[in-house]
């Protein structure tokens, strides 16, 4: 069973957090010791854990008038007969 993962650890930057061994940034036993794994708060910051999968559900529609919200259709569509690709 894996250990729980802390969310807002104290002094995230003194250990790997690659694995569920929690080894020192200095004393790592898995891998080849090249580099410690960041924790998600080194990487992306206070508030990592409410975004992307764990996002809001209310966040997660785009808001009216831009240009998430329009249709993916072209705008002018090319009729039937028209071919660019062949010389007449």
């Not at 002094?11 to 898995?30: F, S, V």
């Amino acid at each position: 069973m894996a250990k729980h993962f802390p969310i807002r650890p104290a002094r995230p930057e003194l250990i790997c957090w690659g694995c569920d061994k929690y080894c020192a940034h200095d004393a790592m036993m898995c891998g080849n010791g090249a580099d410690r794994t960041q924790h998600p708060i080194e990487t992306f910051g206070e508030g990592w854990d409410i975004f992307g999968l764990n996002a809001p559900k209310s966040e997660d529609t785009p808001a009216e008038g831009t240009a998430a919200d329009a249709p993916n259709t072209p705008s002018a569509p090319h009729s039937q007969d028209q071919n660019t690709n062949r010389e007449s």
